[in-house]
């Protein structure tokens, strides 16, 4: 199964983790769904074996019959920080278009309404026909503050360009009152987009800060649509016989109290420095 989604213990209807969306993102089409596809493409119905184990890292493996794609992942723990290695290998001899979205989704307890703080390096986004400049956003009806954890309010998509002055993108969760910030970082070049889902009502609480190579949440018709959004492709190539791959981490960190929020998230060699906002005080990690 995919890695990491996991039903809260202290509420079915909470969920969290990190699952892949590849080959698309979003909900297959009526012809798809009647064949047996299901929402975020193969990688979520498929089995996974275990291609290698060592104390701190692991290997996994899918094939995916449909698309005729196969992906690796190797996840690596180093103290506060895991490293994903990722590769997806085109099997067949057409060149195809994929979705690659990594669906980071954040829970209850960390996640609360009211009190957990978002931060990313993003830009201009859209949602709903709508154009926005991060950190507002809308849930279609009104305009909200994606910085923060709504109090109740619809289930909202909205998709946010990376800063394309940055190398490497990143995001940040931050509560005040376990003093802990929780994200990922990723190089913009492979991962240009962050899409933010929150379902956030009387039976669930979740907020998705997904970071993908394209905007386009729906059916592979929908992907190759627009093949640009601000100038900035919107789906990729995998070229026939040919792989593509791709690196980004996670990290986990105690900050003091009174934290501001996270600026920013510097990425050198496997050193991560993470700047506060306003005080541009720094936290390294190694």
Known sequence: MDSFVRVSPRDSRYFEGHSLCFPFWGNPSDSEFAAGMTYHGETGIVWWKQVA??????????????????????????????????????????????????????????????????????????????????????????????????????????????????????????????????????????????????ANDDTQLARGMEFSNTPVHGTMKALIKPPQLFGVPAFEWLDARSRRRKRFCAFSVRVPERYNGVAGVA?????LTIVERESDKQLVIR
């Open 53 to 198: 184990a060592e104390a701190n890292s692991l290997k996994v493996s899918a094939e995916l019959p449909e698309s005729k794609t196969r992906f690796t992942r190797t996840i690596r723990v180093g103290g506060q920080v895991v490293w994903f290695d990722e590769t997806a290998e085109n099997e067949s001899a057409w060149d195809r278009p994929i979705g690659w979205c990594e669906h980071v989704t954040l829970g209850p307890p960390f996640l609360e309404r009211g009190v957990t703080l978002f931060d990313a390096s993003l830009t201009r986004g859209d949602a709903y026909g709508q154009e926005f400049k991060w950190p507002l956003g809308t849930d279609e009806n009104a305009t909200v503050d994606l910085r923060h954890v709504r109090q109740r309010g619809p289930v909202l998509v909205n998709s946010f360009l990376v800063d394309p002055d940055r190398d490497w993108g990143f995001f940040a969760a931050f509560h005040p009152a376990k003093q802990m910030v929780f994200g990922y970082a990723f190089p913009r070049a492979d991962f240009p987009w962050l899409n933010v889902w929150e």
């Open 267 to 271: 990425v050198r060699g496997e050193e």
